[in-house]
């Protein structure tokens, strides 16, 4: 299979999901090599570049992309395989930012104490072992920690026109943050516009359940996505397979709201996989579900409802499409 490679330029990044032209147009069946920059656009580089004086918030998690799916009509299902997903710089950078993260004071949850330090974190990737390195800002102390690449942003074009930063996750998925988000993944979306227009970006070489600070180390990704489409059945919300989990992201506010939607779309779910009703489904789900945070940062938070494939009887999500791109995967 051709691999189709595209490196945007500088004045190429969207920074919003819809409202922008497609870059080209995708056939279903078709494999992407992508590159993306990082959350801040390559601006933050040494511990000396502060977000207040280097980052313009208007502008952050450029999306590579859109690209236009040939065929793909609202109430369609995108389908998006990650076969890989590889750091594209040797180190990634972290930073808290004036009245943004999860521990803070922000514009939407409102007191009088001064903001945290603007301070930035370099993280250098050690290749050969396969960790990032943290150095202390405020001590001595060193630790290495396992890279785990997975993408903050995936999604597609609202519905009705609308135009939604990159910043934000919603149904149409988007800043969604959650560290399942990586190589082996199978994403599913609801088409909302003709061609889906999908775009994707925000790299993180790590980063913990939360993202508490509300930025991850942040790392320019390359990106091998194979890209296909299912006529009809549409998600509502986000969906994620891989070969052990069958997983659903809900975001809102406040985050129990978030829980609420992906734990009704998990009952859906398990409802059409199993032919339960959905009373048994929801009895079912409350003993087996785990339900990591993925962001407390974000526009709305997002949390993931997720049920491991070996509590229950094998099934097929979407006609067994995860299986078949896992496989057609490894002839990349």
């Known amino acids: 299979m051709e691999v189709r490679e595209y490196t945007p330029a500088s004045d190429e990044y969207a920074y919003t999901f819809g409202g922008v032209a497609p870059v080209f147009s995708v056939r279903p069946g078709s494999a992407l090599?992508?590159?993306?920059?990082?959350?801040?656009?390559?601006?933050?580089?040494?511990?000396?570049?502060?977000?207040?004086?280097?980052?313009?918030?208007?502008?952050?998690?450029?999306?590579?992309?859109?690209?236009?799916?040939?065929?793909?009509?609202?109430?369609?299902?995108?389908?998006?395989?990650?076969?890989?997903?590889?750091?594209?710089?040797?180190?990634?950078?972290?930073?808290?930012?004036?009245?943004?993260?999860g521990m803070t004071s922000t514009d939407r949850t409102v007191s009088l104490q001064a903001s945290l330090p603007d301070t930035t974190w370099i993280y250098h990737l050690e290749r050969e072992?396969?960790?990032?390195?943290?150095?202390?800002?405020?001590?001595?102390?060193?630790?290495?920690?396992?890279?785990?690449?997975?993408l903050g942003t995936v999604g597609v074009a609202p519905p009705g026109g609308e135009v939604r930063s990159s910043l934000v996750p919603e149904r149409f998925g988007g800043n969604m943050d959650t560290p399942q988000m990586r190589a082996g993944a199978t994403v599913y979306l609801g088409v909302n516009v003709e061609g889906a227009l999908?775009?994707?970006?925000?790299?993180?070489?790590?980063?913990?359940?939360?993202?508490?600070?509300?930025?991850?180390?942040?790392?320019?990704?390359t990106s091998t996505v194979l890209v296909d489409l299912i006529k009809g059945g549409a998600p509502l919300w986000p969906r994620i397979e891989d070969d052990d989990h069958w997983m659903v992201v809900g975001s809102s506010r406040p985050m129990e709201d978030s829980w609420r939607i992906a734990n009704a779309q998990v009952v859906g779910w398990l409802s059409e996989l199993y032919g339960l009703h959905p009373m048994d489904a929801y009895q079912l789900i409350t003993q087996i579900a785990e339900v990591p945070v993925a962001n407390v940062v974000d526009n709305n938070y997002s949390v993931v409802v997720k049920v491991a494939k070996a509590l229950l009887p094998t099934a097929q999500a979407f006609g067994g499409i995860h299986a078949e791109l896992r496989a057609l995967a490894r002839t990349l």
């Open 33 to 101: 090599r992508l590159w993306s920059d990082d959350a801040f656009g390559g601006k933050l580089r040494s511990i000396d570049d502060l977000s207040a004086e280097k980052v313009d918030l208007r502008f952050v998690n450029p999306q590579t992309g859109p690209f236009y799916v040939e065929g793909a009509e609202p109430g369609d299902t995108l389908v998006l395989h990650l076969v890989d997903l590889e750091p594209a710089r040797d180190w990634g950078a972290s930073a808290t930012i004036p009245f943004f993260g």
């Open 198 to 221: 999908f775009s994707l970006g925000d790299g993180h070489y790590r980063q913990g359940e939360g993202e508490a600070c509300g930025t991850a180390v942040e790392g320019a990704m």
């Open 129 to 150: 072992r396969n960790t990032v390195a943290f150095e202390a800002r405020f001590g001595e102390q060193r630790f290495e920690l396992p890279v785990a690449p997975m």
